[in-house]
């Protein structure tokens, strides 16, 4: 029996979707729930998997093709997985009347012609088995280096975005065009920070089964001073200003398809602990395109850290419509006055980039000031300072 595979209901506001990869190819045995395709979308990767047992037997959209939801995209025969064997007629492959919907699809695919399948049968016979060996022997010999006489020879590769990075770009212009963005800087004393991980971090992974990271500290430092201004956690909406009352904040995380941005929810909320463990999922999952668009939705503040790649300053673009960005740096030890004395501390420029349409420079100014105060006593906290 052929089961029909086609593309799944895409997210709200997504019109179509991109096959990124296909995991499995025409003649391969398929499980339930077992992921046949990965299709990239500008915002998520989503993946479709194999209702039924079977073989896969055809394939109607290549990778790098624009498939909308509910768009036929495969067949599986449901049943054993068994060799797929046709009869090799002397006809052109991408005919009608060519070889049977394995072999003629694979054919077609690596544009595989008739002298080739002669070649590859077995009395009268063609194994999709043998088409694959002859494929992946063809894919070596063109991976060959070729060697050219011409000394200093400048090779240029082109290869198209990424639909997330494309979007990303879009809407990285967007902002640019259309926020009166600025963006003021501060540093911070990292030492009381340092002082506690160094003390308690033993005791909190034994407790917790995490790190004691800087990102929670971070996080919880923007909340005190978000709830002290609440313009920088507003957003425009035409010609309303939206002020939230909860503290969503999200966690810029770099991928190979780009950056993307999940949200903690609530973080006022939260433990140190439990945003630790949060941030540590959202980054592994993000990595393995593994994240929903709900989780990347919303948000009324967001942090990102340049610091891990070796930024020492930087100026962080806004994260629409949200009307600031907290940009993080790399921790460097640096001479600094301090009670009268020059002693050496960890330091880190801090910048935060804010819509002056909203947010006046006074109070952006007052508010890094407030994560600075923050970050610098953490006491703070708990006396809610």
Do not use: C
Not at 180 to 192: D, I, P, R, S
Not at 216 to 226: E, G, M, R
């Amino acid at each position: 029996m052929s089961i029909e595979v086609k593309v799944p209901a895409l997210p709200e506001s997504v019109s179509d979707a991109t096959i990124a990869t296909w995991h499995k190819k025409v003649g391969d045995s398929v499980k339930r729930g077992e992921n046949l395709l990965d299709l990239e979308t500008d915002k998520v990767v989503l993946e479709v998997p194999a209702t039924v047992d079977g073989v896969l037997d055809e394939i109607m959209a290549v990778t790098g093709q624009i498939v909308k939801a509910g768009e036929l995209i495969a067949k599986i025969t449901e049943g054993t997985a068994s060799v797929a064997e046709v009869k090799v007629v002397p006809e052109v492959i991408n005919s009608e009347s060519a070889q049977g919907p394995a072999v003629r699809r694979m054919a077609a695919v690596h544009e595989i012609t008739t002298k080739d399948l002669n070649q590859l049968s077995k009395e009268g016979r063609v194994n999709a088995s043998d088409v694959r060996d002859f494929v992946s022997q063809t894919d070596k010999k063109s991976q060959t280096p070729i060697v050219t006489a011409s000394v200093g020879a400048r090779e240029e590769k082109r290869v198209p975005m990424t639909r997330l990075r494309a979007k990303i770009a879009e809407r990285l212009v967007q902002v640019k065009s259309e926020t009166a963005m600025l963006t003021t800087f501060n540093e911070v004393n990292l030492q009381a920070i340092s002082d506690i991980r160094k003390q308690y971090q033993d005791s909190f992974v034994k407790k917790h089964g995490v790190k004691l990271g800087f990102m929670s500290f971070f996080t919880k430092a923007v909340v005190a001073a978000l709830k002290q201004f609440p313009a920088v956690n507003a957003s425009i909406d035409a010609n309303d200003i939206v002020y939230h009352g909860y503290f969503d904040v999200g966690i810029a995380v770099s991928t190979e398809r780009g950056l993307v941005v999940p949200v903690l929810r609530n973080a006022d909320e939260m433990s140190l602990a439990q945003i630790e463990l949060a941030i540590g999922d959202f980054a592994n999952r993000a990595r393995a395109s593994k994240l929903t668009m709900e989780e990347m939705q919303g948000g009324t503040f967001t942090i990102t850290n340049g610091g891990v790649f070796g930024s020492m300053l930087s100026t962080p673009i806004i994260n629409p419509p949200q009307t600031a960005i907290l940009g993080m740096h790399k921790i460097m030890e640096r001479p600094i006055a301090e009670n009268g004395q020059v002693v050496i501390r960890p330091m880190m420029y801090l910048a935060m980039s804010y819509d002056h349409r909203l947010i006046d420079g006074r109070d952006s100014v007052q508010f890094l000031v407030a994560v600075k105060d923050v970050l610098e006593d953490p006491s703070r906290l708990l006396l809610d300072l």
